[in-house]
């Protein structure tokens, strides 16, 4: 069709292949390790979206970083795994006293940096107070309620925290337990030095990460000599590289309109796995009309979420009723509480005094705030509420005008951090600007509490949020894996940032 | 001669210097700070202040530009606030890209144009000549990207000829950099071509029907004879003109092709750049770009002169 309609461009290709095509059809070898041929290829080439800024996440926030470095080049203590579970990463084991207020580490012998300095005790009192006295971001203060690091031995460390705290080990397992040795902290954001299982060969901003495998990795080496990630900014962009052979992997494709070319085709697979990235529907709790729980309430009624999932994001994704996932230990399945029942949406805005509600929508410019907002302003409109779409740029319009400046009275964002239920809700200052009072003794005991009790108050805790409409989530975010079929060991869900690549191999 | 080129040197160090306050204000004027930014959501008030500091956007704002201008005479322009690391060299890799491309295609389009046009205008009464004139009107309507894209659907992933997207440097492997430099630039040049098969086809028509031309046939030179040796180099001028304008036209046009082609230029950097309020970064882009315009019609202007013997004696 192309052709007949412009003869120049069949021109222009065929001058262009005669002049220079000769050259370039010889050099066969694409830079991506897993090219044609019957050899396994030895390396491998991962698409993701969002290139970090940096490489240092202790002065710069962000996933993208976490997710590139943490696992792959830097390990804590703890770690997370696909069930969404704290295991053994650099401890083999851990303690916990009677007070639950003192953490005794036994550490993985043998261990070291990738710049050869062997791991000790020191090094994790050293990452530890350095993250109170170098890191910069609000990340931090999870370190707060550490009190005092004492080196036992090489192999043996006790962590006694100023209270007990069940957000403290889970925190371990997220960059702010990331282990630094002391002579490797002089360019974090160029050249980090970690004790995992790669080591950064060449960083390339907006463009790529590679990554070399150390062979002195004190555990099971990945199988694969080195790992590429290349950040695309369009999801078209990106099908179009695996399709051709560019590359070998797409992590959380960002289009799952673009996934059933790949279903069909026996050479590659599709993961659907689930994230830790909810879609919300956050309703501004201390701005007219929000501030009435009966109007909050009737929105949720009135959203019909298995249809917001098939139509804005082609099914993928599951329904959630707050920030507490599938994967959080204390996860129950609350969706029960607002069925999708407009009669009742608009008895609640009739009793309300809001039969003719218009309210403004703050839609960042995001795929998938984009896609559900349409969607989203036509249930709404069922039940009698307007609403008006104002497209703000994501992220500086976005993050000045809503998350900054309170100005908003509905809006949709992409929450990816794990177990982020009380940052989002125990804080009114937080952009949402839900009244916490009733939750917040019940959160603060819940965190000292044994895990039993943990898991039991935070339960509460969610059932509480719900019970007072704080928010909607319109959907839990998909984590869609495209990859070569014979590409083993991609993390099927994304429950923290980290992109752990460890298991990576070729079959 | 040497007056014309000292006026043009003059015109230009005054448009740069308006261009760089120009630039700098509307950086100044779009929404969004750059430090909260750059530290995303969970950035503590203190740190915000400390982090504005650093960048120097709480300094006045005469003090910001001229310490940016200043810098820009140094060939300094400044540390990225997302990256941290100094802008210039950056910018030079990723114009060395967008060079690449844009000139590339511009030769390519010029391959095209100058037989084609010339072609068109000498058998503009015949069927050949109506063919290309319609075909490059159509080329012209179509944008780039949507060549670029149906370009990719055709040879990357439906025959599997070329790679889709992405960028190799000459140095690293030279085949592979001629394999992913085909398709965008056939993607500009398809439309570069087209447009300036038009001008070339315009531009030859007109001389066809001067008197000079008329003389030089009736002195017994056959028509193509005379074309070649009185006509071309008239006709140059005005295609001379046009290529300068397009080029500098088609640095920003490629920002387009950059993000279908996935390719490390100027254009990617530039929208990169303004989505983390990278404000120092966008300026000294733009700026570039500015320049590149500027620097553009300059030569053009003296191409003239040396094209045009009349306009070395007038001056």
């Not at chain 1, 083999?92 to 012998?109: A, G, P, Q, R, V």
């Not at chain 1, 080195?226 to 960002?254: C, E, H």
């Not at chain 1, 929000?290 to 994001?313: C, E, G, P």
């Not at chain 2, 397009?246 to 920002?255: D, E, F, H, M, P």
């Amino acid at each position: 069709m192309m052709r007949r309609k412009n003869p120049l461009l069949l021109t222009a290709t065929i001058a262009l292949t005669a002049a220079l095509g000769l050259a370039g059809c010889s050099a066969g070898a694409s830079s991506s390790g897993g090219d044609s041929g019957s050899d396994t290829p030895t390396t491998a080439t991962i698409a993701l979206t969002g290139p970090p800024t940096n490489l240092d996440f202790t002065t710069t926030a962000g996933s993208a970083i976490p997710q590139a470095m943490m696992s792959n080049v830097y390990e804590g203590l703890v770690q997370l795994n696909d069930a969404g579970e704290i295991v053994p990463s650099l401890a083999t084991s851990w303690e916990i006293s009677d007070d639950l207020k003192t953490y005794t580490f036994k550490l993985e012998e043998g261990v070291t940096f990738s710049n050869g300095a062997a791991f000790t005790a020191e090094d994790v009192k050293f990452s530890f107070d350095r993250v109170k006295s170098d890191w910069v971001s609000s990340l931090k203060a999870k370190m707060d309620v550490v009190e005092s690091i004492e080196v036992i031995s090489d192999t043996e460390v006790a962590v006694t925290l100023s209270a007990p705290s069940n957000s403290w080990l889970f925190s371990l397992a997220t960059p702010v337990g990331a282990i630094f040795t002391p002579e490797g902290v002089a360019d974090l954001a160029n050249t980090p030095v970690g004790t995992g299982p790669y080591t950064v060969e060449k960083y390339t901003p907006n463009e790529s990460i590679v990554l070399d495998t150390r062979d002195d990795y004190w555990g099971e080496a990945p199988g694969v000599e080195g790992v590429t990630l290349k950040y695309f900014a369009d999801s078209t962009a990106t099908t179009n590289a695996l399709q051709t052979g560019d590359i070998d992997a797409i992590v959380n494709l960002q289009a799952p309109e673009l996934v059933s070319a790949f279903e069909a085709d026996d050479k590659f697979k599709v993961v659907d796995g689930t994230s830790s990235g909810e879609v919300s529907l956050s309703l501004n709790n201390q701005a007219a009309p929000f501030d009435d729980v009966r109007v909050r309430q009737a929105v949720l009624y009135a959203l019909d979420k298995q249809a917001i999932i098939d139509t804005a994001w082609n099914g993928y994704g599951s329904a959630v009723a707050t920030f507490a996932t599938p994967t959080d230990p204390y996860y129950e399945d609350l969706n029960d509480v607002y069925p999708y029942d407009p009669a009742k949406a608009k008895a609640l805005l009739k009793e309300a005094g809001q039969e003719n509600l218009t309210v403004e929508y703050t839609v960042p410019t995001r795929p998938y705030a984009q896609a559900v907002s349409e969607i989203v302003v036509s249930q709404l409109k069922d039940v009698g509420i307007t609403a008006t779409i104002k497209s703000a740029e994501f992220p500086a319009v976005w993050i000045d005008e809503v998350f900054t400046k309170h100005d908003y009275q509905m809006t949709t964002v992409l929450a990816v951090e794990a177990r982020d239920i009380l940052t989002v809700f125990n804080d009114p200052n937080y952009y949402i600007g839900y009244d916490n009072s009733k939750i917040e003794p019940i959160a603060a005991k819940a965190d000292a509490a044994d895990e039993a009790g943990y898991i039991d108050g935070m339960k509460q805790v969610s059932r509480q949020i719900v019970d007072d409409a704080a928010s909607g989530v319109l959907f839990l975010f998909p984590n869609i894996v495209v990859s070569k079929a014979n590409l083993e060991g991609i993390p099927e869900n994304a429950i923290i940032e980290a992109l752990d690549l460890t298991d990576l191999r070729w079959d | 001669m040497a007056i014309r080129i000292l006026i043009n040197l003059a015109r230009f160090a005054v448009t740069f210097l308006v261009a760089t306050i120009v630039v700098f204000l509307f950086m100044r004027l779009i929404p969004g700070d750059p430090a909260q930014i750059a530290l995303g959501v969970n950035a503590t008030p203190e740190l915000l202040e400390q982090t504005r500091e650093e960048f120097g956007t709480n300094r006045p704002l005469f003090v910001q530009y001229f310490e940016w201008v200043g810098g820009i005479f140094r060939g300094d322009f400044g540390t990225s606030y997302v990256t941290r690391t100094d802008i210039s060299p950056l910018v030079t890799d990723r114009l060395q890209v967008s060079l690449i491309l844009v000139l590339s295609a511009m030769v390519v389009a010029l391959l095209i144009a100058i037989p084609l046009g010339t072609w068109a205008a000498v058998k503009h009464r015949n069927f050949s000549g109506v063919v290309i004139g319609v075909g490059s009107q159509l080329g012209v309507a179509i944008p780039g990207f949507l060549a670029g894209i149906l370009l990719v659907m055709v040879f990357a992933v439906g025959l599997g000829w070329l790679p889709a997207n992405g960028w190799t440097a000459p140095s690293e492997n030279f085949g592979d950099f001629i394999r992913r430099l085909i398709l965008p630039v056939v993607a500009l040049a398809s439309v570069q071509g087209a447009i300036l098969t038009r001008y070339v086809r315009s531009a030859v028509l007109e001389v066809m029907s001067e008197d000079y031309l008329r003389t030089a046939r009736a002195k017994g030179l056959s028509k193509s004879g005379a074309l070649v040796k009185h006509g071309l180099r008239n006709a140059a001028i005005p295609v001379i003109t046009v290529t300068g304008v397009q080029i500098a036209a088609l640095i920003i046009g490629a920002v387009v092709i950059e993000r279908v082609f996935v390719i490390p230029g100027l254009g990617s950097m530039l929208l990169d750049a303004v989505g983390n309020r990278d404000l120092l970064t966008v300026q000294s882009v733009v700026i570039v770009l500015v320049a590149i315009t500027l620097i553009l019609n300059l030569i053009v202007d003296l191409l003239y002169t040396i094209v045009d013997p009349r306009l070395r004696r007038s001056a």
